[in-house]
């Protein structure tokens, strides 16, 4: 496997100079933030991202992400023209070298939390999914700020799309996904490039937005809309392990062939529907990572892993989620627990 962390571009307070002195981290996932989303990114920006990590000693391969813009998610009359932006930043990316994008297909929202800055025993913190608060909330009213969530949008934009998706139910989103997928695919595949879509997380509807990429049945599914190996997953171990029902090393043994990329965390399952972020190891918290990562290695993966979110540790501040000094345990324990289970094979 090839370890990566994701990086936030020059504005991240986790400096390149940082990230490369993780032992054994050997690229930088990231993307272009200053385009809106659908548009065609420059080559110039892909070039200057590249040069500005390989000269940090780090290798680009993987993106993520390239967002997808709502009217393809809706299918409506747009759809087609971003669509073909689409296509276009595959094949510039594959041009740049990239080998992995990671993307998702969540309805207006992308990962959501109920608490930011949960406070455990240890006096860390770290964000946490409190199924009751989320359900007792109201988007278009709610003062709370949830990353993908009012960053986006206005109230009033907001509004707007959620009335679009009242026609749109599970069954018109897979109908919408494979015609994305129809035509991204065979670009990706002359560009040398794996899509790897991201799961729903949490795994399960919201706010009556529907949610598909959510479990063993319907990775299956989604890997037969198009079944092509470049139609691949980003296995995120924190989002399906929130559905209790998904026995993830099962999964992997299952789909292990069209993993390209894995985002390795663990979460505290605190109700049926609840969970909250804890520190990468097996111990801290309810997902096997031991069985996980031999699962993948039995597996025959080679692809890309990342450690995920991280609690703020050490007094760190920044981007919730994304801080430097607990993704960096959590990226030697994820090497150390690959080397072990690959030496005793
Ligand atoms: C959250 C991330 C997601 C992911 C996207 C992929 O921390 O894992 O935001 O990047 O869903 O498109």
Redesign the pocket.
């Known amino acids: 496997m090839k370890l990566t962390f994701r990086w936030y571009g020059e504005k991240d307070p986790v400096t390149l100079e940082k990230i490369r002195q993780i032992p054994t981290m050997n690229g930088i996932v990231s993307a272009i933030y200053d385009v809106p989303v659908g548009e065609v990114w420059s080559r110039e920006s892909i070039a200057a991202l590249k040069s500005m990590v390989e000269q940090a000693g780090l290798a680009f391969e993987v993106v ?2 390239v ?1 997808v813009h709502e009217d393809i998610k809706l299918g409506n009359a747009n759809a087609a023209k971003w669509i073909a932006n689409y296509c276009e930043n595959v094949r510039r990316l594959g041009e740049a070298g990239v080998k992995v994008i ?3 297909f ?1 309805p207006v929202f ?2 959501l939390r109920s608490e930011l800055t949960r406070e455990h025993a240890d006096g860390s913190n770290s964000l946490a999914y409190d199924d009751e608060t989320v359900l007792s909330m109201n988007p278009l009213t709610s003062a709370l700020s949830l990353p ?1 969530w009012d960053e986006s949008y206005t109230k009033e934009q907001l509004k707007e799309l959620l009335g679009q998706y009242k026609s749109v139910g599970e069954e018109q989103l897979w109908a919408n996904l494979q015609t994305f997928l129809k035509a991204v695919i065979p670009v990706a595949e002359e560009s040398g490039v794996k899509m790897a879509i ?1 799961p729903d ?1 949490p795994p399960w509807g919201l706010f009556g937005l529907p949610r598909i990429i959510t479990g063993e049945a319907n990775l299956d599914r989604f890997l037969k809309l198009v079944d092509s190996p470049a139609n691949g997953l980003t296995f ?1 171990t924190g989002s399906l392990g929130a559905g209790k029902q998904n026995d993830l090393p099962a999964m992997i043994r299952r789909f292990g062939n069209r993993i390209y990329f894995a ?1 390795l965390r663990n979460i505290q399952w605190t109700g049926e529907h609840s969970f909250e972020e804890v520190g990468h190891p097996t111990s801290c918290g309810s997902l096997n990572m031991y069985e996980i990562v031999k699962a993948l290695v039995e597996s025959g993966f080679t692809g890309y892993v990342r450690p ?2 991280g609690r703020m540790i050490w007094g760190e501040t920044g981007r919730f ?1 994304y801080g430097l000094y607990d993704r960096a345990l959590g990226a030697t324990y994820l090497a150390g627990l690959f080397e072990a289970v690959e030496r005793n094979q």
């Open positions: 993520e992400s967002p990671c993307y998702n969540m992308d990962w993908g991201h997380d995120c985002h995920d979110h989620g």
